[in-house]
C-alpha cells in the first residue's frame, strides 16, 4: 500500500515562512483579490518587474483617522495608475472592493504599541494599520522583491504563479497516487463483499484513503485561490481525480452505519491527520470493535451499481437486511420479495454480471 512522507508538510495549508496564523474564510476571500489575472495583481507584480516598493492599503471605513497628509485622487482603478503614483513616498489608499484610488503618498500613523514582527518602517506600519483597522494592506519591498499581504492579526507573503504552479503540479502528483491505491483499496473492497469475506479493516482502508484525498484536494483548491486565471488546467485535473470519489464514501457509510451515516461521516472529518493515518484508529471511532471482524454491508452501494430498480433494492433490503442474506437467498425466498419469475432471474443477471465486472477488474 503507499505511503505518504512528511505528511505535515503534504497538508501545511500555505508554507511556514510566509503565514503568521492560520487563514480564515475571509482570508481566502483576500487571496482571490490579488489572484493572477484581477487588476490588482497586475499591478503588484509590475512593481516586482521594476524593483518599486509600494504600501496600499483597502480602506474598510477605519483607515482615514489613520492618515496624514498626502492627496486625494478620487479616480477609478487601473494598474497603470497605480504604479505611477507609487513613484511617489506614501501610501495609496484604494476603496475596499479595489476598483477606485482614493489617496496618494500618504503617511500612515496606526498605534505604536501594537505589536509586530516586522523590522521595516514600511511592513512595520502595514501590520500595524491591518490590524488596528482588520483592512487588508499590502506591502512590496524594493529590497526583498517581494509582496507582503496584511489582513487583521494574519499575513501572508504572495508567492510568484510559477512557484505555486510547481507546489500545486507536485501535490497534483501525490493526489495521482493516491487515487490508484483508493482505486485498488475500492476495487479489493468489491470483491470482498460480493464473496461475504469484507472486514472492518478492509472498510476503513477504504475511508482511510478517501479522507486522505478530500485533505489534498483542499490544499490544491487553495493553491487554485492563488494561481487565479492561471489555475485552469490544475482545476480540470483535480476534477477529474476527485470525480465520483465523495458520492463512493456517502454509500459506503450508508451500506454499514444505515440512518447514522452523516454521524460518522462527521466523525471522519474532524480527524486530524495524524490520527487517520492509522487505519485502526478509524475502526475504533467508528464501529468500537476489533478491526478484523467480518462485517457485511446492506447492499446499497453494489446493488446500486446494477441495473435493479431503486424499489426492488429496497425490497431486497428492506425483507433480508444485508447484502450477505441476499447473496445466500433461496430462489423461493428472493421470488416471494421479487415477485416474479422474470425478475429473479433479472436479479441473477445482474449479480452474475455484476461479478464479472469485478472479476476482470472493470471500473464501476
Do not use: W
Amino acid at each position: 500500500m503507499a505511503e505518504i512522507q512528511n505528511p505535515e508538510e503534504i497538508f501545511l495549508p500555505f508554507s511556514k515562512e510566509s503565514l503568521e496564523g492560520e487563514p480564515e474564510k475571509d482570508f481566502i476571500d483576500v487571496l482571490k483579490m490579488v489572484a493572477p489575472g484581477t487588476s490588482l495583481r497586475i499591478a503588484l507584480d509590475d512593481f516586482l518587474n521594476a524593483k518599486m516598493g509600494a504600501l496600499i492599503v483597502l480602506d474598510n471605513g477605519g483607515v482615514e483617522p489613520l492618515i496624514d497628509g498626502g492627496f486625494r485622487v478620487n479616480t477609478k482603478f487601473s494598474a497603470q495608475k497605480l504604479v505611477e503614483l507609487a513613484k511617489m513616498d506614501g501610501a495609496i489608499i484604494l476603496s475596499k472592493d479595489a476598483k477606485e484610488i482614493l489617496y496618494a503618498n500618504t503617511l500612515l500613523s496606526p498605534d505604536v504599541s501594537i505589536p509586530t514582527k516586522e523590522t521595516g518602517t514600511r511592513h512595520k506600519a502595514a501590520e500595524r494599520t491591518a490590524k488596528q483597522t482588520n483592512s487588508i494592506v499590502i506591502a512590496v519591498s524594493e529590497r526583498k522583491n517581494k509582496i507582503s499581504l496584511f489582513y487583521g492579526n494574519s499575513s501572508y507573503q504572495l508567492q510568484r504563479s510559477s512557484e505555486i504552479l510547481r507546489r500545486a503540479s507536485e501535490t497534483l502528483q501525490i493526489l495521482e497516487k493516491q487515487r490508484d491505491v483508493f482505486d485498488e483499496l475500492l476495487s479489493e473492497l468489491n470483491s470482498l463483499e460480493l464473496r461475504r469475506h469484507s472486514t472492518i479493516n478492509d472498510v476503513c482502508s477504504v475511508l482511510q484513503r478517501v479522507e486522505i484525498m478530500k485533505r489534498i484536494s483542499e490544499l490544491v483548491q487553495r493553491y487554485l485561490i492563488e494561481l487565479g486565471q492561471e489555475g485552469v488546467i490544475v482545476k480540470m485535473r483535480l476534477k477529474e481525480l476527485m470525480g465520483g470519489l465523495q458520492k463512493e464514501e456517502e454509500m459506503i457509510l450508508k451500506d454499514y452505519f444505515g440512518p447514522n451515516h452523516s454521524s460518522s461521516l462527521e466523525i471522519l472529518e474532524k480527524m486530524d491527520f495524524d490520527f487517520l493515518l492509522e487505519p485502526m484508529n478509524i475502526s475504533r471511532l467508528l464501529f468500537e470493535e476489533l478491526h478484523d471482524k467480518n462485517i457485511s454491508p446492506k447492499g446499497l452501494r453494489l446493488l446500486g451499481k446494477t441495473n435493479l430498480l431503486d424499489r426492488y433494492v429496497d425490497l431486497l433490503i428492506g425483507n433480508f437486511h444485508d447484502f450477505s442474506t441476499i447473496l445466500g437467498a433461496s430462489n423461493e425466498e428472493l421470488l416471494e420479495v421479487l415477485g416474479s419469475e422474470s425478475m429473479l432471474s433479472f436479479f441473477r443477471e445482474e449479480i452474475y454480471n455484476l461479478k464479472e465486472k469485478i472479476n476482470l477488474g472493470k471500473g464501476l
